[in-house]
């Protein structure tokens, strides 16, 4: 009898360029929400704001990918948190 094989490494794919990664920010999220770079090698900030002028978010992350994970919590919390002005740190 043969020793199980072990199995391969994972492969981690690379990180996205940060032009290429920026620019699909901007396509999926770009017509809700305002989002800019606070300065060089700083934190990506993002502002949500709902059409009725009622609600607005921010969120910041040091990286894109934590800055379009934070912006989908937001898009997906419930209305009622915001109706009754429930505020959550993001």
């Given at each position: 009898m043969?020793?199980?094989q072990p199995e391969p490494p994972?492969?981690?794919?690379p990180a996205m360029p940060p032009v290429v990664?920026?620019?699909r920010t901007l396509h999926e999220y770009g017509e809700r929400w305002e989002i800019e770079r606070v300065d060089r090698n700083s934190e990506w900030i993002a502002v949500y704001r709902e059409t009725g002028g009622g609600y607005i978010q921010v969120v910041s992350a040091r990286d894109l990918d934590a800055l379009r994970y934070?912006?989908?919590q937001v898009e997906c919390a419930e209305p009622e948190e915001r109706e009754t002005g429930r505020t959550r740190h993001h």
């Open positions: 043969s020793s199980p994972q492969r981690r794919l990664s920026l620019a934070r912006m989908d």
